[in-house]
């Protein structure tokens, strides 16, 4: 049975060591770290600095086996009605066999029953159709912006497609 809680310093060892490649690792973080790759005490210090904020919520999924997933949420609006889901990862021994979609369930109870916000959001580069799909399978809908937002990483323009849920 897979379960959520609150993210703790010693589960970025975990974490880290899911992401194999350069490719994999700027398709999870975009451009949020800057080099390749990340240790743990990178991932930490990175959070650290959101750490005293009431609007930053990084959370960890796990089971019976240990670690299996994580995710950052944030508040995006002063009001706190609407959460930004990031830095969503799978173990990647574990990809394909619906752990995905289960964290995103919890974490959308998570953020509409306890956060009660009304909205959450979500951003997937388009060169990232499992994520994407896994996504669409948890509920979250594409949004149509007048200009998608894009990254430009390893002297390419990548596209981040938008999605959203609504209580």
Sequence with gaps: M????????????????????????RKWCADRYK?????ET??????EAA??????F??????????VGH????FTD???????????IVDDSKRGQGYGKEMLKLSLQYAFDILKVDKVTLGVFENNKNAYYCYQSAGFQDVVLETAESYHIFDDDWKCLE????R
């Excluded at 080099?35 to 240790?39: D, E, K, L, R, V």
């Excluded at 995710?71 to 944030?74: A, D, E, H, K, Q």
């Excluded at 002063?78 to 969503?88: M, P, V």
């Excluded at 999605?163 to 609504?166: F, S, T, W």
């Design 71 to 74: 995710l950052i949420m944030r």
């Design 78 to 88: 002063t009001e706190k009605r609407i959460l930004r889901f990031g830095f969503i």
């Design 2 to 25: 897979l379960r959520l809680r609150p993210y703790k310093k010693c589960d970025a060892k975990v974490i880290v060591s899911w992401i194999k490649d350069e490719v994999s690792f």
């Design 51 to 56: 750490a005293f904020s009431d609007s930053f």
């Design 58 to 67: 990084p959370m960890t999924a796990f089971d019976e086996t240990g670690i």
């Design 35 to 39: 080099s390749y790759p990340i240790c």
């Design 42 to 47: 990178d991932m930490n210090d990175h959070y």
């Design 163 to 166: 999605l959203e849920i609504e």
